[in-house]
């Protein structure tokens, strides 16, 4: 059984209960950072690992919310004796914004500093990644900055969760999540429909069109209320409904 830890569940401007929004992805043979938020060192000592013993990350785009803590972590790996290499995972513009954060900080004064690889991400209109027991979906969704929606598949069991990362409305997030047994949808706002990003309401459509079993919000304001915006989402969807709070755990 593969479990998707949530280690941050708040939008942009988070609020005092949550982190911004980023997770972990655990499998028997490999973990995945998706997205880099807050204090990765420290979240992931709060369910037992630490830094060295992340093998890759995946980044969904370039905002500062998702990938900010990336230089923290980079150094927190490399203290705590990481000396493999670091798979990282994203579009041309993604990695670009990495790779400019990390000469910022320049770890060529540190010793026996690891090797990062940038593995670069082509949706047109998919890109599919084998990593150990997951096969990994990504297309671009609608955003402000490219930006990629992921479908996470454990080849095991056969069950998929879905994560719509940043996005307006868009069809390529009904395509992505098709059939999958959770979908993580975006809910930024209550039911007023914003550019870049997405409501409840529209999580709740999303999910509706797609045909999920479940739908789980994500990156929500610190305005939310639970309640509210768990009732917006049904005003389409007729599955089971929650608000993802920091550390709740997804298995599949
Ligand atoms: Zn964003």
Redesign the pocket.
């Known amino acids: 059984m593969a479990q998707l830890i949530l280690l941050g569940t708040g939008a ?1 401007w988070s609020g005092p209960a949550r982190e911004n929004t980023y997770m972990l992805l655990r499998g028997a043979a490999i973990n995945i950072l998706i997205d880099v938020a807050g204090s990765p060192a420290q979240r992931l000592a709060q369910i037992g690992l630490g830094p060295h013993e992340i093998d890759s990350i995946l980044l969904t ?1 370039n ?1 500062p ?2 990938i900010y803590g990336l230089p923290i972590f980079i150094l927190n790996a490399w203290m705590a004796g990481r000396r493999k290499p670091l798979d990282i995972y994203g579009l041309p513009e993604t990695l670009r914004a990495a790779q400019m954060m990390l000469k910022a900080i320049d770890t060529r004064a540190w010793p026996d500093f690891f090797k990062i690889k940038y593995h670069t991400l082509m949706v047109n209109p998919r890109a599919i990644l084998a990593l150990a027991e997951f096969e990994i979906e990504a297309m671009q969704s609608k ?3 490219p ?1 990629i929606a992921l479908r996470l598949t454990n080849r095991v069991t056969g069950k998929c969760v879905a994560y719509s990362a ?1 996005t307006s409305p868009d069809e390529h997030i009904v395509q992505i999540a098709r059939g999958a047994d959770v979908l993580l949808h975006e809910a930024t706002q209550l039911d007023e429909s914003k550019e ?1 990003h997405s409501s409840a309401l529209e999580a709740g459509q999303a999910a509706a069109a797609a045909d999920v079993k479940r739908l789980i919000l994500i990156h929500v304001p610190p305005e939310v209320r639970e309640q509210k915006w768990r009732r917006a989402a049904k005003q389409h969807f007729r599955g089971r409904v929650s608000v993802a709070r920091d550390f709740d755990v997804i298995e599949f």
Request: glycine residues 10%; negative net charge; proline residues 0%.
């Open positions: 942009a785009h905002h919310d998702h955003h402000f900055v930006t940043d870049g």
